[in-house]
C-alpha cells in the first residue's frame, strides 16, 4: 500500500535579500535647525528685494 504514496519535498527557499543597514537616528533637534534656517534664507532673501 505505500507504494501508492506520492511524496513530496518542500521547494527549496530562495535566501531573503540582505536589508539595507539602518542609518543613525536623526537627533530631535535636527527638524527645528531646518526650519530655522529656511525661515532665516526666505527673511534674508526677501530683505535683500529677491521676491520683488
Avoid at 505505500?2 to 518542500?10: A, E, G, M
Avoid at 526666505?42 to 520683488?52: E, V
Wanted: cysteine-free; proline content about 15%; aromatic content about 12%.
Amino acid at each position: 500500500m505505500s507504494d501508492n504514496v506520492v511524496k513530496f519535498r518542500r521547494p527549496e527557499k530562495k535566501p531573503d535579500p540582505e536589508a539595507p543597514k539602518p542609518r543613525a537616528p536623526l537627533p530631535g533637534w535636527l527638524p527645528f535647525a531646518v526650519l530655522v534656517g529656511v525661515a532665516l534664507v526666505i527673511f534674508f532673501a526677501q530683505r535683500s528685494g529677491l521676491f520683488g
